[in-house]
């Protein structure tokens, strides 16, 4: 993803990266951020995003970051209490 002089990799590996997607990023940059958190609600890069989620300035996709977070968070404790074979 390249972002006027900025060139963010494919990894989202710090608290900036996550921050300059949700100020600058493409739909299909949010898209894949969002997707990620998704698959892995409770990994590095979901507690990055709230990180960068609850510092940034912006209004819109760092709300929606936390809420749905806090949502997918419950949705998989819920199904790790059931257990694979319940």
Same mark, same amino acid.
């Given at each position: 993803?390249? $972002? &006027?002089? %900025?060139? *963010?990799?494919?990894? #989202?590996? $710090? *608290?900036?990266?996550? +921050?300059? /997607?949700?100020?600058?990023?493409?739909? !299909?940059? %949010? /898209?894949?951020?969002? #997707?990620?958190? +998704? &698959? @892995?609600?409770?990994?590095? %890069? =979901?507690? %990055?995003?709230?990180?960068? =989620?609850?510092? !940034?300035? /912006? #209004?819109? #996709?760092? @709300?929606? /970051?936390? =809420?749905?977070?806090?949502?997918? +968070? !419950?949705d998989d404790t819920d199904r790790q209490e059931i257990g694979p074979d319940d």
């Amino acid at each position: 993803m390249k $972002h &006027q002089n %900025l060139i *963010v990799p494919d990894e #989202y590996d $710090h *608290v900036t990266t996550i +921050r300059s /997607i949700l100020e600058r990023g493409h739909s !299909s940059d %949010l /898209i894949r951020l969002f #997707y990620r958190l +998704r &698959q @892995q609600p409770f990994s590095e %890069l =979901a507690d %990055l995003a709230l990180e960068a =989620a609850r510092t !940034s300035e /912006i #209004y819109g #996709y760092p @709300q929606m /970051i936390e =809420a749905c977070l806090l949502k997918w +968070r !419950s949705d998989d404790t819920d199904r790790q209490e059931i257990g694979p074979d319940d």
